[in-house]
């Protein structure tokens, strides 16, 4: 026999959903989702700024030529396969940017005070069903919490889980490879300006 004060699985259910309903409102996890796609926002926007430089920049240099007398030479369009490998680089950036966008709006969606109140009060009333034992409308309540909570947290547990992952195994990389990008971009746009100051001197040749 089950002692008066021995905790039942219906009291875990109870002290669960309580807690569920708390949860919506810490903000502690909110703001550490928006800080984390704020960061990888920046990142990829800078991506895509770098690499939409270095396909200008790249582009400047394919357009030099070289007139020597009998027939013209254009020394840039070596850079052919560098700049189309370039180009579908910055349109990958430019979704993930959309992307990461996308989920700071839905992020700002799901921890509006309505998706809260809604949560909080599915958690409640499942809570009072279970600790009623009520039977009409109890599974129809847990679910509903269920779908709160999983509107609640979805965005925020996606965001959190790639904003942690990337920094334990991205950052670095990705941090070496946007000093590349700068690097190339710098040294790129000051042979450009030397093609372009030098070119009156070469068709004159």
């Known amino acids: 026999m089950t002692p008066r004060n021995a905790m039942t699985p219906r009291h875990v259910v109870v002290a669960g959903l309580l ?5 919506p409102w810490l903000p502690a996890p909110q703001q550490f989702a928006r ?4 960061q990888s926002l920046d990142q990829a926007f800078a991506a895509f700024a770098i690499a939409k430089g270095l396909n200008a920049t790249i582009s400047v240099l394919q357009s030099s030529t070289v007139d020597l007398q009998v027939f013209q030479i254009a020394p840039g369009e070596a850079l052919d396969p560098a700049n189309d490998m370039i180009e579908r ?3 990958v950036m430019f979704a993930a940017t959309g992307s990461l966008a996308l989920q700071k709006l839905l992020l700002t969606i799901s921890g509006s ?3 809260k109140a809604l949560a909080t009060g599915a958690c409640l009333l499942a809570a009072g069903l279970v600790a009623l034992k009520t039977r009409i409308g109890q599974s129809a309540a847990l679910k509903l919490a269920m779908a709160a909570l999983f509107l609640r947290f979805a965005v925020l547990v996606v ?3 790639s904003g942690l992952a ?3 195994f991205l950052d670095d990389p990705r941090t070496a490879t946007m000093q590349q990008l ?7 746009a000051a042979i450009a300006d030397e093609q372009i100051s030098g ?7």
């Open 113 to 115: 005070a309505l998706i």
């Open 182 to 188: 700068e690097t190339t971009q710098t040294r790129l």
């Open 89 to 91: 680089f910055s349109w």
């Open 35 to 38: 800080a984390t796609l704020d």
């Open 199 to 205: 070119r009156d001197d070469a068709e004159n040749w």
């Open 19 to 23: 807690l569920a309903a708390l949860l």
């Open 159 to 161: 965001a959190l889980a």
């Open 166 to 168: 990337g920094q334990a």
